[in-house]
């Protein structure tokens, strides 16, 4: 993974990155202490799963904003589906991206990656007995964010999310598809999360080749002011004509 940046000025994070098929990377297997020195034992994980981008990508978000909105068996028709965490339980996608231990361990105690291409950070891929997958050049992003940075690692240029409301809404509401369930639990927060609204922002400047396309009903202030070209926002009914080619 190459990226662009000129020499004398300071590293922009964001700075725009090439383009390059994946093919693996060293990883750190396992950390030990001998004669009181740390040594890192480093590993060469291949590339497993050699995706090809097929239509378009689309990265469902388990934010309430999709509930009762549309079939997500659509989406297979026409693309890719890039999930996260729970969204196994409803909905079979493409690709299943998650980060945090429990629900890693709970995804390979369920037997996912048998049904589908499951990625994980490197310690969660290795405690899988590399059940699970390496996030390519994991970028330590929340789940939903791991899945629209492999949808672009994978080589797609028109990228789809739903579901990515980037807050909670409060006590007593709808916060997420699956709280209150197994590696959820309660959801009360009504925080505006700005961590993952910099992670999108972050992926638009990275990819400037790739359009990122919001869908949300009711967008929030907050994303409809993002002053990026590759950035934009429609509406369910928008996107499943327009989109989807589905007419009402």
């Known amino acids: ?19 390059q098929k994946y093919e693996g990377e060293e990883i750190i297997a396992r950390m030990i202490i001998r004669q009181g020195k740390k040594i890192e034992e480093r590993e060469w994980v291949e590339d497993r799963v050699n995706a090809t981008p ?3 990508a689309y990265c469902i978000g388990n934010g309430p904003s999709r509930k009762d909105k549309l079939d ?17 339980r409803d909905f079979m996608p493409t690709y299943l991206c998650m980060v ?4 890693s361990e709970r995804i390979v105690k369920d037997k996912v ?5 499951c990625y994980a950070p490197a310690i969660e891929m290795t405690r899988s007995d590399k059940k699970l997958n390496l996030i390519p050049h994991n970028p330590h992003w929340v789940a939903g964010s791991t899945a ?8 797609h240029k028109n990228i789809y999310l739903l579901g990515y409301d980037f807050r909670e809404y409060g006590k007593n509401q709808l916060n997420n598809i699956y709280q209150d369930t197994e590696c959820y639990g309660e959801r009360h927060s009504d925080a505006i999360f700005e961590p993952w609204i910099q992670q999108y ?3 638009c400047k990275k990819r400037p080749y790739c359009n990122f ?28 004509e327009k989109v989807l080619d589905l007419k009402n």
């Open 72 to 88: 997500l068996n659509w989406l297979h028709n026409n693309g890719q589906t890039y999930g996260c965490n729970a969204l196994y």
């Open 201 to 203: 922002k972050s992926i």
């Open 213 to 240: 396309t919001v869908v949300h009903d009711t967008p929030p202030d907050f994303l409809k002011v993002i002053p990026l070209q590759n950035h934009k926002i429609i509406s369910y009914a928008e996107f499943i």
């Open 100 to 103: 945090d231990r429990f629900m």
């Open 1 to 19: 993974m190459k990226t662009l940046f000129h020499i004398g000025k300071r590293v922009d994070p964001d700075q725009p990155i090439e383009w």
């Open 113 to 117: 990656y048998e049904k589908t291409t």
């Open 148 to 155: 629209f940075w492999v949808a672009s690692h994978h080589g």
């Open 54 to 56: 097929e239509g378009n």
